[in-house]
């Protein structure tokens, strides 16, 4: 035997063995000799004739033309209904048999005394039920131990994960099936779909979970319950009348789950200790053909999912395995990249994973995923100096509120290699961004760019000793006066100091601005022609604030190019036409139910509101409590 083999042959015995030990009456496993049966046949006439040493038994066997015995054991009880079976085997000094007959007077040998074998005889004019006793007798006290050895049987020997199931069918007498982490049907057990219950039935046809299985299991608790559990748990689902059996298959991470159907056999508490095997088996054989896939795939043609799971665990650099992946980087990954991380744990409901992973990669055929760690990683790949447009991005945010998921987008990149950061950069943008809106949607990085850049910096550097001794006397100034001047200064400088437009973003009249502007000239010094002073105190807004450009339209896309200026109006920004739109639909709802449903901050709504009632377009009437907003027509 291979030593590497040996070895964890005995590491997954200890385990499993320590699992059915532990699970047993008192932490102690129960030995039983053949005296320990008599209880079980109280209601039928026996008689016992013991011979020699009683050894433990640890099964039965019942002898018929059908059934093939081959060595005998003393460990091992023998069924006998018909005294010819007899000569079907070969008997052995110490042996225990059960003789089942209609009457007790007549004996198994015709001087039985003399015999070297144990023999209990039971009368009884049903051999079944007998059987029955025998059958519940020796699952009760050594079917534990049993059940482990016929696991590290199939595990030792590379029986596999069908026929894991299929002997705990013959255990259970009870459906079940085992579905990867992304809810696709792996194996199960009888072959005959008729067997199963119609949920069952459905997913053993579809191969796994369709969107009607996936809507049930969100109506119901059953899977949460699983989910927080490390052990199976039974369960019921209001669709269906049968309670079930769930167990996640490992209980650090998601590797799937299995369910057992009570369709044909009513549950007892056993069958949660050897449900509790079960799962260590499947888990132990997962991991088995996962380290086999891993090594074949060292020698077999890469696929793009496990190359980026590769790249993402950090397994490939410039060397040996980079030329191995050299010729799938040139022709599929090659062009300008972006990430879209969607993290399945923050949704709220359960997410069909294979259908949201056909959906991107329907809509866009320049379009890769894979599962990693709980989440969905698109790679979108784009010819060179070319991005996603707006509408993909809009048909993202409706993707995300129809399934409610979140989903981060990174930064273009153009080296694959490099995804793991561009992978970091997409959850980060999820973290920053769900920290302002609980509502589902996707965060693009570049709106938390400079949100992410204050955090960093935080973490290391004093904010205050940052800060451009400017920008920080104005922000003394407000708090002291409750004025806003570092705000108007931001704004003209972001719109590259034209008033008229500043004060547009503002909602203040332009002379309102000047004055500000006039004020500010009186308090600090500033050079308006210098670039460097310029960017440090924009930089310095953003930091203290948090406010990005992305809030507004006309701020989004900051650059040397002068912003052309418009007509006077007082047409509001994109968050006040939100705000203005649920106004005209609930003119009672609140600032804080507002803010929820544009995915801002509270804060942001309560200024854009005090803007526009500044500029007249809204009145609020009646009491904070039980008043209302009226929208008013520009003049």
């Not at 005296?35 to 018929?64: C, I, Q, W």
């Not at 009760?140 to 131990?145: A, I, K, R």
């Not at 299995?258 to 056993?270: A, P, S, T």
């Not at 500044?614 to 039980?626: N, P």
Request: net charge neutral.
């Amino acid at each position: 035997m291979n030593k590497h083999k040996a070895h964890n042959f005995i590491y997954i015995e200890n385990r499993i063995k320590n699992a059915a030990i532990s699970i047993t009456v008192g932490g102690k496993k129960m030995l039983n000799t053949i005296r320990n049966l008599l209880p079980t046949f109280n209601t039928e006439p026996t008689h016992l004739k013991e011979h020699g040493t009683l050894y433990d038994l640890t099964g039965y066997l019942e002898v018929t033309p059908d059934v093939y015995i081959g060595s005998v054991s003393v460990r091992t009880l023998y069924v006998i209904r018909d005294k010819s079976y007899l000569s079907l085997m070969d008997l052995i000094p110490d042996m225990c048999i059960l003789y089942i007959t209609t009457d007790i007077q007549i004996s198994l040998f015709p001087d039985e005394k003399q015999t070297p074998y144990t023999i209990l005889t039971v009368e009884s004019a049903k051999p079944e039920r007998i059987i029955g006793k025998l059958q519940d007798f020796f699952r009760e006290t050594n079917g534990l131990g049993h059940w482990s050895d016929t696991m590290l049987s199939i595990l030792f020997f590379e029986g596999g994960t069908n026929e894991i199931v299929k002997h705990a069918y013959t255990l259970f007498l009870n459906p079940i099936y085992i579905l990867n982490p992304d809810y696709r049907l792996i194996t199960y057990a009888p072959d005959n779909i008729g067997e199963f219950d119609p949920i069952g039935a459905n997913i053993v046809r579809n191969g796994g979970c369709s969107q009607e299985e996936f809507s049930i299991i969100n109506r119901n608790h059953a899977f949460k319950e699983m989910q927080n559990s490390r052990i199976p748990v039974i369960t019921t689902i209001r669709e269906s009348p049968y309670r079930m059996i769930v167990s996640r298959i490992d209980p650090e991470k998601d590797m799937g789950h299995f369910v057992i159907v009570e369709k044909n056999r009513r549950f007892d508490d056993l069958d949660m200790k050897f449900a509790t095997v079960l799962q260590l088996s499947i888990n132990q054989q997962m991991k088995k053909d996962q380290f086999i896939r891993s090594t074949r795939r060292q020698t077999e043609a890469y696929h793009h999912e496990f190359f980026l799971k590769d790249v993402l665990d950090g397994k490939i650099s410039i060397g040996t395995r980079y030329q191995e992946y050299s010729e799938l980087i040139r022709e599929d990954f090659s062009g300008e990249l972006m990430c879209l991380v969607i993290e399945l744990a923050r949704s709220s409901s359960l997410v069909n994973a294979v259908h949201l992973r056909t959906l991107f990669e329907v809509k866009y055929p320049n379009a890769n995923s894979v599962m990693y760690n709980n989440t969905i990683v698109v790679v979108f790949c784009f010819p060179p100096n070319r991005s996603l447009h707006q509408e993909a991005i809009r048909d993202f945010e409706a993707t995300c509120k129809e399934y409610g998921i979140y989903a981060g987008l990174s930064s273009p990149f153009d080296n694959i290699l490099e995804l793991k950061a561009y992978y970091d950069q997409a959850m980060l943008a999820i973290s920053l961004g769900y920290a302002e809106s609980i509502s589902p949607t996707v965060f693009l990085y570049q709106d938390y760019y400079l949100k992410h850049l204050a955090k960093v910096f935080k973490d290391h550097e004093s904010v205050e000793a940052f800060l451009d001794p400017s920008m920080k006397k104005l922000f003394q100034y407000d708090k002291a006066h409750g004025t806003d001047l570092s705000k108007a200064l931001y704004y003209y400088l972001v719109y590259e100091r034209n008033a008229a437009e500043a004060a547009r973003a503002l909602f203040i009249h332009r002379n309102t601005l000047l004055y500000h502007l006039k004020k500010i000239d009186s308090i600090v010094t500033i050079h308006y022609d210098n670039y460097m002073e310029r960017q440090r105190i924009m930089i310095s807004y953003e930091m203290v604030t948090g406010v990005v450009p992305a809030e507004s339209e006309a701020v989004s896309n900051r650059s040397s190019q002068k912003i052309p200026t418009s007509p006077k109006t007082t047409d509001p920004d994109p968050i006040s036409e939100k705000i203005l739109q649920m106004l005209r639909e609930d003119p009672g709802i609140s600032q804080r139910k507002i803010a929820a449903s544009v995915g801002t901050t509270h804060a942001a709504i309560r200024y854009h509101m005090d803007q526009l009632q500044k500029s007249g377009m809204i009145t609020h009437v009646g009491s904070a409590r039980s008043g209302h907003w009226v929208i008013h027509k520009p003049q």
